[in-house]
């Protein structure tokens, strides 16, 4: 296998070098763009989509998998219907000596879906998924309140989720910018409710900024 993996085969040069030893190419990334469409695709109907034989196919998704590239496959649920409906992240303010404490306590709750370490005014965030308002606050005020490692917390509902993909890959840049000849300009922004500022503008917080005040009250 991994001889297999490091022959580029057809598709265009090397985009990257990806685990042990995996030329990722364009046709790899192609793959994967399919199977970000549909996991389940048979290894015929891969090849058809692609391009390239079945052989091919079946050699460049086995060295995916090998190469460790694709992890694993999964369900994607509807979060709605499953009883979840309510989404919130938790940003959190950790005590800089009890990180090894924060981390073994958040292992041990199944309903926070994804936690990130962050930089700016925080230091982490959480994003949880409850049946309702309420469940949020219980988890909030009851269980993360509860852990030492815990400062502070602060916590933002999601409204609505405009836009979430299983991954992104190198191969989706620039797609979304190049505008075909004689298309309409995109339209403007609208504005903020009174406020006069575009709907997504955004604010990136240095971490310095929000790390002053925690050695201020240290």
């Not at 580029?8 to 399919?34: C, N, W």
């Not at 995916?64 to 694709?70: E, F, K, N, S, Y």
């Amino acid at each position: 296998m991994t001889e297999m993996s490091s022959n580029t085969g057809s598709g265009g040069g090397a985009a990257g070098r990806i685990g042990i030893g995996l030329e990722l190419d364009a046709t790899h990334l192609k793959i994967l763009e399919v199977l970000r469409e549909n996991g389940r695709v048979s290894v015929s109907a891969l090849a058809e989509r692609v391009g390239i034989s079945r052989a091919n196919a079946y050699t460049r998704f086995e060295a995916l998998r090998a190469d460790g590239v694709i992890r694993r496959f999964t369900a994607e649920i509807d979060h709605q219907r499953a009883g979840l409906g309510i989404v919130a992240l938790i940003f959190v303010t950790v005590r800089q000596q009890m990180w090894r404490q924060f981390r073994a306590q958040l292992a041990q709750m199944p309903e926070v879906e994804y936690c990130a370490i962050t930089t700016g005014q925080h230091d982490a965030m959480i994003q949880v998924r409850m049946a309702d308002v309420a469940e949020v606050h219980a988890m909030v005020t009851e269980r993360l309140a509860n852990i030492p490692a815990v400062k502070a917390t602060e916590t933002v509902f999601i409204l609505d989720e405009v836009l979430r993909r299983p991954y992104v890959l190198p191969s989706d840049r620039g797609r979304g910018a190049a505008r075909r000849p004689g298309a309409a300009p995109a339209p403007e922004p609208e504005q903020g409710h009174g406020q006069g500022l575009p709907l997504g503008k955004m604010r990136f917080v240095g971490a310095a900024e929000g790390r002053a005040a925690l050695r201020d009250e240290s």
